[in-house]
């Protein structure tokens, strides 16, 4: 039930998103971005509702907890580098290896505890669905494949980087830009280019150096996890 309603205020949200952007029906008299930042939030903690209902080992909670804050305490380390996001190949590398309910878990829980920090606002729900879909995503990719592949991991960390961009995008899109379509969209995505580009090289360069051996370590772990399964 509550994924169901996760999912119908995802596609509210995408509904609504549409609209505003279709030609002669404008939503910008709405504070879309408020509207927006709701509907995701309700969506988020769906999520985690349904997660919370299933029978979970403490083991598998704390490793969520861990690794989870570590990547927060990355983020914040690494703030006054724009751009530069170790967190994101945390986050990727944990849903690789634990598979994609962890990742998505991870990534959002990551996003929301390192705003404590750095600050809390509507952009929180779009930076915890953008980094949640990272950690999936991986996820997705060590469940197709049989052991781990690094080119195929170091592309999605470098794509992922991207994709975290034009999400979160839309945050501030959604708030402070008038009209709402898709030029200023595209713009808005211009204007973070270069930090996109930070973002997916950090990646790039992070895969490369530590992604087999925090593979290495992760897979480790969970091989003595008792009772977790991918």
Not at 46 to 64: A, T
Not at 120 to 135: D, E, F, H, K, V
Not at 164 to 186: C, D, E, K, R
Request: glycine letters at 10%; aromatic letters at 16%; a positive charge.
């Amino acid at each position: 039930m509550q994924l169901r309603i996760s999912l119908i205020s995802l596609g509210l949200l995408g509904l609504l998103l549409l609209l505003s952007i279709w030609p002669g029906r404008s939503l910008g008299n709405w504070n879309w971005g408020l509207l927006a930042a709701t509907i995701l939030t309700v969506a988020l903690a769906g999520f985690f509702w349904q997660f919370e209902r299933r029978q979970n080992s403490i083991v598998q909670l704390s490793f969520i907890a861990t690794i989870s804050s570590l990547a927060a305490l990355s983020r914040v380390a690494f703030v006054p580098i724009a751009g530069l996001q170790p967190a994101s190949f945390i986050i990727m590398i944990s849903g690789y290896v634990f598979g994609s309910q962890t990742g998505f878990l991870v990534g959002a829980i990551t996003a929301l505890v390192s705003n404590f920090f750095l600050g809390q606002g509507p952009w929180t729900p779009w930076q915890m669905l953008a980094w949640g879909i990272c950690g999936l995503l991986a996820g997705c990719l060590g469940q197709a494949l049989s052991a781990f592949r690094l080119l195929p991991f170091v592309f999605l960390c470098t794509f992922s980087a991207f994709l975290f961009g034009w999400i979160t995008n839309i945050s501030y899109w959604s708030s402070f830009v008038h009209p709402l379509n898709w030029s200023s969209y595209l713009g808005s995505c211009i204007a973070s280019f270069p930090f996109d580009l930070i973002h997916a090289a950090g990646n790039l360069a992070f895969s490369l150096l530590f992604g087999t051996h925090f593979y290495q370590l992760l897979f480790r772990f969970q091989r003595k996890m008792s009772g977790y399964s991918k």
